[in-house]
């Protein structure tokens, strides 16, 4: 072979390497760049579903997720309708009894029980509550209990200034007691509406628990319309505001600044608070203010009954589809809802078209009605409907019962003689129905229903008598007491 076919030789073979390698090369550099395509692919769909799950959380969130309520701040309230509350200082005189000796005559001589004699007198006493202007010219909304009755009822307002105040009347049955002070252009409270409040709203009382002026407290409403013994038509407001001996007569109000009822009692086993605190609703308190300053005397509808709950049982045993309304038990002969056809049985649904939801709901709503005036009764009897046209009696006034109720104080009852057929029914023939039941007389268990047959062994025929054996009792008083068709003694401390 020739130098030249040599050389030719290992050119051609070197390029044909070279060749090789470069599509080698070429090979590998396709697969790289598939590979990192894949790569960037499957990333980009991560990155691009994270985003959407994000996008999407995003979404949700704010619908799923509530916000927690924030707390109410009171002292804007505090600051603009505190001056509107007062404290209130009654000073009355207590008769007291006591032993008195003669000169000389010490407790531990022997002649001392034999040269004893009792003497009467009266000593003060000073009880503090609350109370609130409710117009400038110097009217005061109070409780009852809180000034009695009081020689003297001193009123301060959170200026420090102080005044005399003037008792112009006040109402048993509802607690509610207006006083007067001589003063004008006066902080006023604005009246709010109770039918709007809620039950889990939050309310503040302004007080004086136990002297300490000017309290503020504050929670919940914890239930509406509630019946308390001895204060059947008065449909309180509940919450559990902490309220204290001192705070009776004092405001509660809203997160407006409206005054929704007034602070009247508490519940409880140790005489402080227990979170069962009850108040009167304004618009009853205010009714009851605009007739004592208007006639002196409170005035209410009835219609000679009485109601209890209707039960799920009862409901089923009536006929009616919901366990709504007050089911009448009796009906005092001569009353308004006798003369108008009720009977027991009845199951009152609405009143002039308003619904009637309890016994409390009833009560409430006919006391409300001028008596005198008529009113329509949706009525359930015999498994339908009635409507009745009843002439509303009056709660103060005797027509509209068997005889005036008649109130024991020692005891804490309202009684009233039996009615000729409800001494049949019984199968008495004497005896005082108890009509309301508080005090020492709720403490040892009588209930509104139960009937008085006698004290101490004397037979009780009328209200005068029981009274007059309650005076002549020393330290304790036994009633014989018809509950039903059971006959039991009940012992009654006098204290």
């Not at 990155?47 to 959407?52: D, W, Y």
């Not at 996008?55 to 109410?72: G, H, I, R, S």
């Not at 000389?104 to 003060?124: D, K, M, Q």
């Not at 108040?279 to 005035?299: F, N």
Request: contains cysteine; charged residues 15%.
């Amino acid at each position: 072979m020739t130098r030249e076919y040599v050389v030719a030789r290992i050119e051609r073979t070197g390029r044909m390497r070279v060749a090789r390698t470069a599509q080698t090369a070429r090979v590998k550099l396709k697969r790289a760049l598939r590979v990192v395509a894949a790569c960037c692919a499957l990333t980009l769909t991560s990155v691009g579903m994270a985003a959407s799950a994000a996008a999407q959380d995003a979404a949700v969130v704010p619908t799923q997720a509530m916000p927690a309520p924030a707390m109410p701040n009171f002292a804007m309230l505090v600051k603009r309708y505190g001056p509107a509350v007062v404290n209130i200082s009654v000073t009355r005189e207590v008769p007291q009894m006591g032993i008195q000796l003669p000169p000389g005559i010490a407790p531990g001589n022997p002649l001392a029980p034999f040269l004893a004699r009792r003497v009467i007198g009266n000593r003060e006493e000073v009880n503090l509550g609350s109370g609130f202007i409710v117009s400038a010219d110097g009217v005061i909304l109070t409780n009852r209990h809180v000034v009695g009755d009081a020689s003297t009822v001193d009123v301060k307002l959170t200026d420090k200034r102080e005044f005399k105040g003037k008792v112009i009347g006040s109402d048993a049955l509802s607690d509610v007691a207006v006083i007067s002070i001589d003063a004008q252009n006066l902080p006023a409270v604005v009246a709010g509406n109770p039918a709007r409040t809620e039950v889990g709203d939050w309310v503040m009382a302004i007080g004086s628990p136990y002297g300490f002026a000017n309290t503020v407290t504050q929670g919940i409403v914890s239930a509406k319309a509630r019946s308390l013994p001895g204060a059947a038509y008065i449909p309180f407001i509940q919450t559990d505001v902490p309220i204290n001996p001192g705070n009776s007569g004092g405001p509660l109000f809203d997160l407006n600044g409206r005054v929704i009822a007034i602070n009247s009692m508490i519940y409880s086993k140790t005489g402080g608070y227990q979170g069962l605190a009850f108040a009167i609703p304004i618009d009853v308190a205010l009714d009851v203010k605009d007739q004592l300053l208007r006639t002196g005397k409170v005035s209410r509808g009835q219609l000679g009954v009485a109601v209890q709950e209707v039960s799920q049982a009862l409901a089923r045993s009536f006929g009616l589809a919901k366990p709504d309304g007050a089911l009448i038990s009796a009906v005092a002969a001569g009353g308004a809802g006798a003369q108008a056809g009720l009977q027991a049985g009845d199951v009152v649904l609405a009143v002039n078209g308003s619904d009637i939801a309890d016994s409390v709901d009833l009560l409430s709503t006919v006391a409300k009605i001028k008596p005198g005036r008529q009113a329509d009764l949706l009525v359930w009897r015999s498994g339908q409907s009635n409507h009745i046209r009843v002439t509303v009696g009056a709660l103060d006034s005797a027509p509209d019962t068997p005889t005036n109720v008649q109130t024991p104080a020692r005891l804490g009852l309202s009684l009233r003689p039996l009615a000729p057929a409800e001494q049949q029914k019984l199968g008495v023939d004497h005896g005082l129905l108890i009509e309301q039941v508080s005090g020492r007389a709720a403490n040892v268990g009588l209930r509104t229903g139960d009937v008085v047959l006698s004290v101490n062994e004397t037979p009780v025929v009328t209200i005068e008598g029981l009274i007059s054996e309650i005076n002549d009792a020393h330290d304790q008083v036994a009633l014989l007491v018809q509950r039903g068709t059971a006959r039991l003694y009940v012992p009654i401390d006098l204290g």
